[in-house]
């Protein structure tokens, strides 16, 4: 029998009310996933596991999760128990992680299978999924250029209808840039809001776990299945969360200045005037400057990275360089060989930023920085209560094209940093696009812990045509 993907809230209420059988639908999945094996979205897949996972919940007779039976992918740098966590690192080939990160472990609780982990940059540092050790992902609709970055696996994969939900990560804007890229929804949660136990750590004061979907509602019910406290991530769910978007019915809208001639400018204005006309009211917001808050991310992102990273060292985790005489040359020829270009570059990056005396440092500026920022978005939501513009400056771009330019990958998440920086919650969905257009699009922003309001507004949107078909 060949399962056609359907929303993920569809297809656990058929496995729950006994129509649809979860083998089924799990041996759908592991099919596309050898069928799209040209998208290059999926490292490795977890047959057997989810074979059997699937079994168990054929025979399961007592209640059923949200996500009973929904095959899922998990990206990379996510811990599995089952199979292998590589964060698409030559660091880490072969490293078996001994458990599933508190996220995984929510969804497998609401009922979803894991079938498999998705294809992402190494460690998260990119935007385009072009340095993952195991090859690039592709764009599905069109494989000459990428899906973004840096869970491009995972956008990839929802975007060809493979799964209907996958998990990524967001430091700067890696789950809401492949999603507009791709063409899907992809929502990053409020700093904390999903716990990070077992996502491997880029930079820890940015990171957050976020769902991708076809639809608002699937994001919205893979957020509520993972979000809320876990004893195991200090940095967690401390305040609470408001994921129920049938309680807000909107105010004010602040409407980000889009680049005279940018091709996101119809998108945000179409979106402007569906939100106006939903009895929203609109107005113009200045954001802080964009270029400022991509170099004090880049800085403090790379400063948490350097120190995170210095735990791959050949001694505990991964590869181990071999013929080295002492401690000092294990290291150097570890990390050498381990780490990719970007990985190094950034880690130098990140070291020089944190040289100097503590407060004068690179560090200390770019945190003060950060500060000043962070007051600025406060200040903006005292009179919205959501902003709105474009996710990224315009379509998926060829592969290779940026790869050798590193300033231009980074000014790829000129949109998205801001939410990072300042922790807030912020959505992309897709625009409204002619057949065949490649996908762009459109982000919302929220206050802390107002996932409700982005789950609201962007439910709204998708009715009125923000969302697009997969690709054939
Ligand atoms: N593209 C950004 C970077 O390279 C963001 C990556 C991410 O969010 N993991 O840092």
Sequence with gaps: MRIVPRPARHLAEAVRRGRLDPVDLVE???????????LGAVVESHAPQARAEARRLRRRTGRMGP????????????????????????????????DDATAVARLRDAGAIVVGKTTCDEFGLGSSTETAWQGPARNPH???RVPGGSSGGSAAAVAAGIVPLALGSDTGGSVRQPAALCGVVGLKPTWGGISRRGLVAFASSFDQIGPLGATVDDVALAFR?????????????????????????G??????????????????EQAARTLGAAGMSVGRARLPDPHRSLFVYLALS?????????RFDGVRYG??????????ALYRRTRARGFGAEVRRRILLGTAVLAGPPDASRHARARAARRAIVREMGRLFETFELLLGPTTDGPAFLLGERLADPLAMYASDAHTVLASLAGLP?????????????PLGIQLMAPWNREDRLLAAARLLEEAGFRVEGPR
């Design 319 to 328: 590869l181990r360089a071999a013929g080295a005489k002492d401690l000092d």
């Design 142 to 144: 069109d494989p000459s």
């Design 251 to 268: 105010g004010r809208i602040g409407i980000v200045d889009v680049e005279p001639g940018s091709p996101l400018a119809p998108a945000v």
């Design 302 to 310: 790379a400063a948490e990275l350097s120190s995170n990273l210095a």
């Design 426 to 438: 912020a959505i992309s969905l897709p625009a409204p696009a002619r057949a065949g257009a490649l």
């Design 67 to 98: 996500l009973a039976g929904v095959p899922v992918l998990v990206k990379d740098n996510v811990c599995t128990r089952a199979g292998h966590t590589t964060c698409c690192s030559r660091m880490l080939a072969g490293y078996r992680a001994p």
């Design 28 to 38: 759908g999945a592991l099919a596309r996933v050898e069928r799209r094996a040209d």
């Design 225 to 249: 299945v993972m979000a809320g406290p876990d004893p195991a991530d200090a940095t967690s769910g401390d305040r609470p969360f408001r994921a129920d978007h049938a309680t807000w019915s």
